[in-house]
């Protein structure tokens, strides 16, 4: 899978095991998530999923920790996140919000099927083990899943993990940690941060 890496991403990393600051740049990560993925959804059926989305993510900030101590990159981690990101969005016909293609699920899986099966996490249960907050039912759409509409998804990295650094190059990997992360420069751990 492309995705972005920056200097917040690493701040995001050390922030979230921090008290005080982890849980507020949780929360801000959950609705910075929820309002990306909430613009990809079709016309009408954003409100509907919100809530759902809001609690799914939720949990998979418990998923990135745990992938995190297991010894996978910053990039590698919320990877990992991402895919069951869309193992949940194609489950519910959502495949307008998906990030890769439909066939390339198993692919994906497959890449972190050691972390995936030590955590019961399968295409059909997401989040398998990470289930601290309860997820809320939302409407599918499952005539998408036989018939997969994708304007967002980028085929053909399912390899590896690829990142899109600031400057637009792409590497395959991640980006080095850098030494000097401040884990106040998250989005939610002060209160003017927002969002790029």
């Known amino acids: 899978m492309k995705i972005r890496q920056n200097i917040r991403h690493f701040a995001a990393k050390q922030a979230l095991t921090l008290p005080v600051v982890g849980p507020r740049v949780r929360e801000r990560l959950v609705d910075l998530h929820v309002d990306i993925f909430g613009a990809k959804a079709a016309d009408g059926r954003r409100e509907e999923r919100e809530d759902h989305m809001d609690a799914f993510f939720d949990n998979t ?17 919320r990877e990992v996140t991402h895919i069951q990101a869309n193992f949940d969005f194609y489950n519910h016909g959502w495949t307008e919000m998906m990030e890769f293609p439909a066939d390339e699920l198993g692919d994906h899986r497959d890449r972190y099927a050691d972390f995936f099966d030590t955590h019961g996490i399968t295409v059909d249960d997401p989040l398998g083990e990470f289930t601290r907050v ?6 599918s759409t499952p005539e998408r899943i036989d018939e997969p509409v994708h304007p967002y998804a980028e085929g053909g990295f399912a390899d590896d993990v690829y990142v899109e650094t600031p400057d637009g190059e ?7 940690e850098p030494e000097d992360v401040d884990p106040t420069d998250a989005p939610g751990a002060d209160e003017d941060v927002r969002a790029d």
């Open 170 to 176: 792409v590497i395959v990997g991640g980006r080095p």
């Open 134 to 139: 309860s997820v809320p039912d939302a409407p």
């Open 61 to 77: 900030f418990d998923t990135y920790v745990a992938a995190l101590e297991t010894g996978y990159l910053e990039a590698e981690a």
